[in-house]
């Protein structure tokens, strides 16, 4: 059975061109990150992954370092977009617990028991963004993404089970 190496029907997509160099994101100078920004993107992600139980300051500090990688590859409207939904999220969440100042200075369950007020307020979507940035981030980590299931064989890349034109990996093993 042949591998796929694309989603369903991708024979028949056009092939893009490669970016020029110039245009590729990776060539982009980076751009520093504001500490507010940084302060604040490090206490959301705090408060959406304190679930995990003692989650390591080290995939916190990769976080943060990927992060300011993608910020500082970002342009002008996303950058504007992504900091805006940040900072707006670090100082209005504090006042659905009753508290001044910006998210990052509360404790973590007092950071998460906002957010969570904020999402089932009419103001949740000033959350999306920001959770959204991050979550893509923190489920590109390498632990996180053993502990979910979902390392990049599973997402195409050729090896052990990777997809099938019927749906099923090489090597899964199918109950009769």
């Not at 992504?82 to 009753?98: D, E, G, M, R």
């Amino acid at each position: 059975m042949p591998i796929l190496t694309g989603p369903p029907g991708h024979e028949h997509l056009p092939h893009l061109a490669q970016p020029a160099p110039e245009d590729d994101v990776r060539n982009r100078p980076k751009v520093p990150v504001p500490g507010a920004v940084q302060r604040a993107a490090r206490g959301v992600a705090e408060a959406l992954f304190a679930y995990e139980e003692g989650a390591e300051k080290a995939r916190f500090d990769w976080l943060e370092e990927d992060f300011t990688a993608f910020y500082g590859h970002s342009q002008g409207r996303a950058r504007l977009v992504l900091s805006l939904a940040l900072l707006a999220l670090a100082w209005i969440a504090p006042l659905f617990v009753f508290r001044f100042g910006p998210l990052w200075r509360l404790p973590v369950a007092l950071r998460t028991e906002a957010l969570e007020r904020i999402e089932s307020s009419p103001l949740a979507p000033t959350a999306l963004a920001a959770k959204a940035i991050l979550c893509i981030l923190w489920f590109e980590h390498p632990e996180t993404m053993r502990e979910t299931s979902t390392e990049p064989t599973c997402l195409g890349a050729p090896g052990v089970n990777a997809p099938t034109d019927e749906g099923e990996g090489e090597g899964d093993e199918v109950a009769a």
